[in-house]
């Protein structure tokens, strides 16, 4: 089992930044695929940036491509996101989550839900 705890939530002003943490424990992260959703009240969850378990591969939805980075410490366990340029249209509950695969394009790309599941971080961004 890993667990993740999210951090770094807040209210921003539009073109703020934020930086997300998201923290594991139960399993080192260096075996998962790490990646960071949003849900934004009414709306579905979506994919915002994935991670491979090395670093060496990362991959963003096109909503967020240039404005936000994603990276990972395995040897803290961390995994974080980087938020430049934040839109009001940004506002959502952020999770991150894990998973086995190790082919991140496919994961991302196959839409089903991932291994593990953080409880979410609140961005709030106002224009």
């Known amino acids: 089992q890993v667990q993740l705890v999210e951090s770094g939530g807040g209210l921003v002003q539009a073109g703020g930044s934020l930086r997300l943490s998201c923290a594991a424990s139960g399993r080192t992260l260096s075996s998962y695929t790490m990646g960071w959703f949003r849900q934004a009240p009414g709306k579905e969850r979506e994919f915002v940036a994935g991670i491979s378990w090395n670093g060496g591969s990362t991959y963003y939805a096109d909503s967020v491509k240039g404005r936000f980075t994603i990276s990972r410490d395995n040897a803290k366990n961390t995994v974080h996101l980087q938020m430049n340029s934040l839109k009001p249209e940004d506002t959502a509950v952020y999770s991150c989550?894990?998973?086995?695969?190790?082919?991140?394009?496919?994961?991302?790309?196959?839409?089903?839900?991932?291994?593990?599941w953080g409880q979410g971080t609140q961005v709030t961004v106002s224009s």
């Open positions: 989550a894990a998973d086995s695969a190790t082919a991140l394009l496919r994961l991302v790309l196959t839409h089903r839900p991932w291994d593990y």
